[in-house]
T-cell receptor, first 114, second 115 residues
Framework: AQSVSQHNHHVILSEAASLELGCNYSYGGTVNLFWYVQYPGQHLQLLLKYFSGDPLVKGIKGFEAEFIKSKFSFNLRKPSVQWSDTAEYFCAVNERGGYNKLIFGAGTRLAVHP | DAGVIQSPRHEVTEMGQEVTLRCKPISGHDYLFWYRQTMMRGLELLIYFNNNVPIDDSGMPEDRFSAKMPNASFSTLKIQPSEPRDSAVYFC?????????????FGPGTRLTVL
């Protein structure tokens, strides 16, 4: 069965620090990969997604993620975080060609201090 | 487009009462998903529909939970009877047809508290 692992459950950073959140998935077939963000008290919003092509994907608000197929990883990065990036981040995967069923990771809570 | 609409936004009820959560997906979307989010278990997929037909309800925790989608623009998630452990935020999401290449659009959620 598919699963998604996010190794960092809580991350605390100061503004301007660099961010990298880990995401690994287990699935033998071809997958699509997503990062969603949930700001405090709000619903989930899509940050970025990877379907094919360039493994380095750029999303909104300066975020990017790199798909490394050999490592089954899709880590999220941002060179310089802001206080407004404080949120919970979810990695998700679905099977290409299948139904749109997403498997989510447990999430990483990011707190950015001014 | 107004996005995915959920009602109510907050629900407080007593144990044993019936609870009905409602969702209106984005017009034209063929997939609808119900999720539950708790601190302990994170984001769990409960059930999803394609063209109003339930495809996978393996995430529904027990028989107290039921979901329906009588038409393309409306779905309900019902808990009867409710228990304190059902307290959570319930999200509805929708997605357009076209295989698995499309993102899911989430509603604002319903925060359920069962006393």
């Amino acid at each position: 069965a598919q699963s998604v692992s996010q190794h960092n459950h809580h991350v605390i950073l100061s503004e301007a620090a660099s961010l990298e959140l880990g995401c690994n998935y287990s699935y033998g077939g071809t997958v699509n990969l997503f990062w969603y963000v949930q700001y405090p008290g709000q619903h989930l919003q899509l940050l970025l997604k990877y379907f094919s092509g360039d493994p380095l994907v750029k999303g909104i608000k300066g975020f990017e993620a790199e798909f490394i197929k050999s490592k089954f990883s899709f880590n999220l990065r941002k060179p310089s975080v802001q206080w407004s990036d404080t949120a919970e981040y979810f990695c998700a995967v679905n099977e290409r060609g299948g139904y749109n069923k997403l498997i989510f990771g447990a999430g990483t809570r990011l707190a950015v201090h001014p | 487009d107004a996005g995915v609409i959920q009602s109510p936004r907050h629900e407080v009820t007593e144990m044993g009462q019936e609870v009905t959560l409602r969702c209106k997906p984005i017009s034209g979307h063929d997939y609808l998903f119900w999720y539950r989010q708790t601190m302990m278990r994170g984001l769990e997929l409960l059930i999803y529909f394609n063209n109003n037909v339930p495809i996978d309800d393996s995430g529904m925790p027990e028989d107290r939970f039921s979901a329906k989608m009588p038409n393309a623009s409306f779905s309900t998630l019902k808990i009867q009877p409710s228990e304190p452990r059902d307290s959570a935020v319930y999200f509805c999401a929708s997605s357009p047809l076209a295989g698995s290449y499309n993102e899911q659009f989430f509603g604002p959620g319903t925060r359920l508290t069962v006393l």
